[in-house]
Structure formats: structure tokens, C-alpha cells
């Protein structure tokens, strides 16, 4: 049986390349902007969220801990986008607990997902272009 409620759609952000990411992602109605505490993801999480002028909240997310955040996450923001940003090799580590492999994150400077009752689902990437201009969804 599906969930009657809409999914959360949470966008990872690689904090390192996220200052490419406001023009991929000006199609989003982002309500939120979280930045990892313990990756220096503070200053371009503000940037981010000053361009959609949205409120940044510091998260705290150990490579583990990233799961836990995001199930909370997805609770809080039913119906609504989110962007989450931190360090890419904590993205990487979160996706086998997805039940997707390694690949399905490089390259890129992003991941967006969606969450219901029926699971996660990776709904694409957000790629950083190789001239260093603007990432773009994918």
C-alpha cells in the first residue's frame, strides 16, 4: 500500500561544491536548509540559504548518525524540499545503508532523495559542471 502523504524530498549537498548548486536547484521550493556541524558546512549551508532566504539549522551528523538525521528529517518536512549539507565521503558513506552501491553518487555534487512510507528513493544527481560553472540537476 503506498503512503497517502506526500514524500520529503531532501537534497544532499557535497559542502564543497555546493556553492555551484543555487542555479541547479532555483526549480526546488526549498523550505529549510541544514548544515552539517562536523564537516565546515556552516558557511556554505548560510550562503545557501540567504540565496533562497530560508533559515539555516547546524545538524549534528556523524557518518552513522547520517541516516538517523535524515529518517528525522523526512518526519519533520513531510510534503516539503530540504537541502542537507556536508562533507561528500559522509554522503558516500550513507548510501550502502540505502541499499545503493558507492557509484550511484560519483561524480557528483549532489544527491536528492525522496522519502514516504514506502522507502527512500534516490531521484537523481546534481552535477558539478566540468568548466566549474553552475551544477545542475541530472
Known sequence: MSDLQCPARIVLLDADA????????????????????????????????AAWEVVVTGLDASPGGLRTALEDLADLHRGETVVVVTHGEVMTALLPTLGWAVEDRAPCAGL?????GDGWRNRGRVT???????????
Open 112 to 116: 536528492v532523495l525522496e522519502r514516504d
Open 18 to 49: 555546493a556553492h555551484t548548486s543555487t542555479e541547479a536547484l532555483q526549480a526546488e521550493r526549498v523550505a529549510h536548509v541544514y548544515a552539517d556541524r562536523g564537516c565546515g558546512a556552516l558557511d556554505p549551508a548560510t550562503a545557501l540559504a
Open 128 to 138: 558539478a559542471r566540468p568548466d566549474g560553472g553552475a551544477a545542475q540537476t541530472a
